[in-house]
């Protein structure tokens, strides 16, 4: 069966005035479906690839994938998993989005970095420090604890064994329509969106991803 496009929990102008409306338009309708039909293009017709799932596809650093098609299924499987969790994980202000994680993701901010505060502010210098394109992640290691990492392009913590909690886009087509060359205002604004709901249950492995 092939991968597809997941529909959107919320309407595209849902997250304003974080995230405009045509910015989530294009990332997701254009962006977003470029990475599934490539990654449907690589795979089908490949007996080895093909009817896998995404998860099985990235683990081990894409260790069933062969060589000559690891760069296509590493970029453009990488780029539907992290979005998909992206959009899940985000929710218009007021209506699920923003405030504080509470519940057990609450209680492992806390006891990893201190406070909410000092969790925000090193995650923040990851997104705001990953040259380029990539992603700034919140991440629970296997043994439970949690860890800010960022990732080049649309690696994913999935290829390392890592369990994605939460995903920031830096790329610059999520957010320079409306914020251009200031990265830190998108992520200061991007705290008013966070779906806290949903990240919680990603940390307790119960979050449903559609691919």
């Known amino acids: 069966m092939p991968f597809t496009l997941p529909n959107l929990p919320y309407a595209n102008n849902a997250l304003e005035p974080s995230i405009d409306e045509m910015t989530m338009d294009i990332h997701r309708s254009r962006h977003h479906n470029a990475y599934v039909t490539n990654l449907n293009n690589a795979v089908t017709g490949d007996p080895a690839l093909e009817g896998k799932t995404l998860e099985q596809l990235l683990a081990n650093n894409l260790a069933i994938v062969p060589d000559a098609k690891k760069a296509a299924v590493r970029n453009n499987g990488g780029g539907h998993f992290n979005h998909s969790l992206f959009w899940l994980t985000m929710a218009p202000a007021g209506n699920g989005g923003g405030g504080e994680p509470t519940g057990k993701l609450g209680e492992a901010i806390s006891a990893s970095f201190g406070s909410f505060d000092n969790f925000k502010t090193q995650f923040k210098a990851a997104a705001i420090g990953r040259f380029g394109s990539g992603w700034a992640w919140l991440v629970k290691k296997a043994d ?32 320079y329509l409306k914020y251009q060359n200031v990265r830190p205002g998108y992520v200061d604004a991007w705290w008013n969106v966070v779906n806290w709901s949903n990240a919680d249950a990603a940390y307790n492995g119960t979050l449903t991803l559609t691919f």
């Not at 994913?156 to 886009?169: F, I, R, Y």
């Open 144 to 175: 439970g604890s949690l860890e800010i990492t960022s990732t080049p392009n649309q690696d994913t913590p999935l290829m390392d064994g890592k369990t994605a909690v939460l995903g920031l886009d830096v790329w610059e087509h999520a957010y």
